[in-house]
Protein backbone atom coordinates (compact mmCIF):
# COMPACT_ATOMS: atom_id res chain seq x y z
CA UNK A 1 0.00 0.00 0.00
CA UNK A 2 3.03 2.18 0.67
CA UNK A 3 3.80 1.99 -3.04
CA UNK A 4 0.58 2.90 -3.71
CA UNK A 5 0.60 6.05 -1.40
CA UNK A 6 3.49 6.89 -2.95
CA UNK A 7 2.11 7.33 -6.53
CA UNK A 8 -0.33 9.36 -5.77
CA UNK A 9 0.26 12.60 -6.80
CA UNK A 10 -1.13 16.03 -4.94
CA UNK A 11 -2.41 19.17 -7.31
CA UNK A 12 -2.77 22.40 -4.62
CA UNK A 13 -5.56 24.35 -5.96
CA UNK A 14 -7.62 22.08 -8.65
CA UNK A 15 -10.23 22.47 -9.67
CA UNK A 16 -10.52 25.23 -7.62
CA UNK A 17 -8.28 27.35 -4.96
CA UNK A 18 -8.17 25.29 -1.24
CA UNK A 19 -8.62 21.83 -3.14
CA UNK A 20 -5.87 19.62 -2.50
CA UNK A 21 -6.91 17.13 -5.91
CA UNK A 22 -5.75 13.50 -5.18
CA UNK A 23 -4.54 12.40 -8.66
CA UNK A 24 -4.25 9.11 -9.52
CA UNK A 25 -3.53 9.40 -13.35
CA UNK A 26 0.04 8.09 -12.08
CA UNK A 27 -1.55 5.04 -10.13
CA UNK A 28 -3.70 3.87 -13.50
CA UNK A 29 -0.21 4.42 -15.65
CA UNK A 30 1.74 1.96 -13.55
CA UNK A 31 0.69 -1.58 -14.49
CA UNK A 32 1.79 -3.01 -11.31
CA UNK A 33 0.66 -0.46 -9.28
CA UNK A 34 -2.67 -0.90 -10.87
CA UNK A 35 -3.19 -4.45 -10.59
CA UNK A 36 -2.81 -4.53 -7.16
CA UNK A 37 -5.26 -1.39 -6.52
CA UNK A 38 -7.68 -3.60 -8.32
CA UNK A 39 -7.05 -6.73 -6.29
CA UNK A 40 -6.92 -4.73 -2.52
CA UNK A 41 -9.95 -3.05 -3.51
CA UNK A 42 -11.97 -6.49 -4.55
CA UNK A 43 -10.29 -8.68 -1.64
CA UNK A 44 -12.61 -7.89 1.50
CA UNK A 45 -15.55 -9.18 -1.17
CA UNK A 46 -14.03 -12.00 -2.85
CA UNK A 47 -16.70 -14.06 -1.59
CA UNK A 48 -19.77 -11.69 -0.41
CA UNK A 49 -21.88 -12.88 -3.16
CA UNK A 50 -21.86 -9.57 -4.99
CA UNK A 51 -22.97 -10.14 -8.25
CA UNK A 52 -23.13 -6.09 -9.60
CA UNK A 53 -20.12 -4.00 -8.64
CA UNK A 54 -21.73 -0.05 -9.66
CA UNK A 55 -18.75 2.59 -10.40
CA UNK A 56 -19.48 6.23 -10.02
CA UNK A 57 -18.97 8.92 -13.19
CA UNK A 58 -15.57 9.36 -14.13
CA UNK A 59 -13.03 7.99 -12.30
CA UNK A 60 -15.13 5.09 -10.30
CA UNK A 61 -15.53 3.55 -13.96
CA UNK A 62 -12.17 3.24 -14.49
CA UNK A 63 -11.95 1.20 -10.92
CA UNK A 64 -15.27 -0.32 -10.83
CA UNK A 65 -15.20 -2.24 -13.97
CA UNK A 66 -11.56 -4.26 -13.28
CA UNK A 67 -12.83 -5.01 -9.79
CA UNK A 68 -16.08 -6.28 -11.49
CA UNK A 69 -14.06 -8.32 -13.72
CA UNK A 70 -12.14 -10.19 -11.12
CA UNK A 71 -15.37 -10.48 -9.01
CA UNK A 72 -17.22 -12.26 -11.52
CA UNK A 73 -19.63 -9.47 -11.23
CA UNK A 74 -21.64 -7.19 -13.92
CA UNK A 75 -20.91 -3.35 -14.15
CA UNK A 76 -23.07 -0.70 -13.26
CA UNK A 77 -22.75 2.83 -14.24
CA UNK A 78 -23.78 5.83 -12.09
CA UNK A 79 -23.98 8.69 -14.10
CA UNK A 80 -24.29 12.56 -14.53
CA UNK A 81 -27.95 13.99 -15.81
CA UNK A 82 -28.70 13.43 -18.84
CA UNK A 83 -26.20 10.69 -20.03
CA UNK A 84 -28.05 7.41 -19.30
CA UNK A 85 -30.43 6.97 -22.47
CA UNK A 86 -32.63 4.11 -20.08
CA UNK A 87 -35.63 4.84 -17.52
CA UNK A 88 -33.58 6.38 -14.60
CA UNK A 89 -34.04 7.41 -10.80
CA UNK A 90 -31.92 10.78 -10.02
CA UNK A 91 -30.76 12.21 -6.36
CA UNK A 92 -29.07 15.36 -5.92
CA UNK A 93 -25.78 15.94 -3.68
CA UNK A 94 -23.28 18.65 -2.92
CA UNK A 95 -19.47 18.24 -3.45
CA UNK A 96 -16.78 19.11 -1.41
CA UNK A 97 -16.66 21.85 -4.17
CA UNK A 98 -20.03 22.44 -5.46
CA UNK A 99 -23.19 20.27 -6.08
CA UNK A 100 -23.99 17.72 -8.80
CA UNK A 101 -26.73 15.11 -9.48
CA UNK A 102 -26.17 11.63 -10.39
CA UNK A 103 -28.67 9.13 -11.78
CA UNK A 104 -28.37 5.41 -12.57
CA UNK A 105 -31.59 3.17 -14.22
CA UNK A 106 -34.03 1.59 -12.90
CA UNK A 107 -33.74 -1.61 -13.91
CA UNK A 108 -29.51 -1.69 -13.22
CA UNK A 109 -29.98 -4.09 -10.38
CA UNK A 110 -32.87 -6.47 -9.04
CA UNK A 111 -34.32 -6.08 -5.62
CA UNK A 112 -32.16 -7.82 -3.06
CA UNK A 113 -29.25 -7.91 -5.40
CA UNK A 114 -26.16 -7.60 -3.74
CA UNK A 115 -23.96 -4.84 -5.09
CA UNK A 116 -20.26 -2.90 -4.31
CA UNK A 117 -20.03 0.45 -4.76
CA UNK A 118 -16.42 1.63 -6.19
CA UNK A 119 -15.11 5.01 -6.46
CA UNK A 120 -11.35 6.62 -6.19
CA UNK A 121 -11.68 9.49 -3.43
CA UNK A 122 -14.26 9.84 -0.40
CA UNK A 123 -14.46 13.36 0.98
CA UNK A 124 -17.60 14.92 2.57
CA UNK A 125 -19.37 11.71 1.17
CA UNK A 126 -21.58 13.53 -0.74
CA UNK A 127 -21.30 11.54 -3.75
CA UNK A 128 -21.30 8.26 -2.23
CA UNK A 129 -24.31 8.71 -0.09
CA UNK A 130 -26.30 9.90 -2.74
CA UNK A 131 -24.85 6.68 -5.30
CA UNK A 132 -25.88 4.34 -1.80
CA UNK A 133 -29.66 6.18 -2.12
CA UNK A 134 -30.01 5.46 -5.70
CA UNK A 135 -29.10 2.05 -5.64
CA UNK A 136 -31.35 1.10 -2.20
CA UNK A 137 -34.04 3.16 -4.55
CA UNK A 138 -34.13 0.30 -7.07
CA UNK A 139 -33.66 -2.34 -4.55
CA UNK A 140 -30.21 -3.12 -3.78
CA UNK A 141 -28.81 -4.81 -1.38
CA UNK A 142 -25.45 -2.33 -0.94
CA UNK A 143 -22.79 -4.38 0.98
CA UNK A 144 -20.14 -2.15 0.35
CA UNK A 145 -18.15 1.07 -0.94
CA UNK A 146 -14.80 0.13 -1.60
CA UNK A 147 -12.26 3.58 -2.04
CA UNK A 148 -9.30 3.64 -2.95
CA UNK A 149 -8.40 7.18 -1.20
CA UNK A 150 -10.24 8.68 2.06
CA UNK A 151 -9.87 12.20 2.97
CA UNK A 152 -11.05 11.05 6.73
CA UNK A 153 -10.68 14.68 8.49
CA UNK A 154 -13.95 15.46 5.84
CA UNK A 155 -15.96 12.69 7.82
CA UNK A 156 -17.40 11.28 4.75
CA UNK A 157 -17.89 7.50 6.29
CA UNK A 158 -20.49 8.91 8.64
CA UNK A 159 -22.56 9.88 5.58
CA UNK A 160 -22.99 6.57 3.94
CA UNK A 161 -26.16 5.30 5.62
CA UNK A 162 -24.20 2.02 7.44
CA UNK A 163 -22.76 0.83 4.35
CA UNK A 164 -19.29 -0.65 5.06
CA UNK A 165 -16.63 1.80 3.60
CA UNK A 166 -13.52 -0.14 2.20
CA UNK A 167 -10.62 2.43 2.08
CA UNK A 168 -7.32 1.78 1.37
CA UNK A 169 -5.51 5.19 1.77
CA UNK A 170 -6.48 7.49 4.49
CA UNK A 171 -5.60 11.11 4.55
CA UNK A 172 -6.16 12.51 8.44
P1 LIG B 1 -17.39 13.89 -1.93
O1 LIG B 1 -18.80 13.83 -2.47
O2 LIG B 1 -17.09 15.20 -1.27
O3 LIG B 1 -17.06 12.69 -1.07
O4 LIG B 1 -16.43 13.87 -3.19
C1 LIG B 1 -16.11 12.66 -3.79
C2 LIG B 1 -16.07 12.76 -5.29
O5 LIG B 1 -15.41 13.93 -5.74
C3 LIG B 1 -15.32 11.59 -5.84
O6 LIG B 1 -16.04 11.10 -6.95
C4 LIG B 1 -13.97 12.12 -6.19
O7 LIG B 1 -13.60 11.68 -7.47
C5 LIG B 1 -14.10 13.64 -6.19
N1 LIG B 1 -13.20 14.34 -5.24
C6 LIG B 1 -13.57 15.08 -4.16
N2 LIG B 1 -12.53 15.62 -3.54
C7 LIG B 1 -11.45 15.20 -4.21
C8 LIG B 1 -10.05 15.42 -4.03
N3 LIG B 1 -9.56 16.18 -3.04
N4 LIG B 1 -9.21 14.81 -4.90
C9 LIG B 1 -9.70 14.05 -5.91
N5 LIG B 1 -11.00 13.82 -6.13
C10 LIG B 1 -11.87 14.38 -5.30
Redesign the pocket.
Known amino acids: MDNLSALIRD?PDFPEPG??????TPVLADPAAFTALVEALAEPFRDSGVSKVAG?EA??FTLATPVAGLLGAGFIPVRKPGKLPYETVRED?????GTDSLEIHTDAAQPGEKVLLV????????????AIRLLKKIGADVVGFAVF?E?SF?N?AQ?LDGVPLHALVKYD
Not at 93 to 97: G, Q, T
Not at 121 to 130: D, E, F, L, R
Open positions: IIVFKDIIRGYSLEYDDVIATGGTAAAILLGM
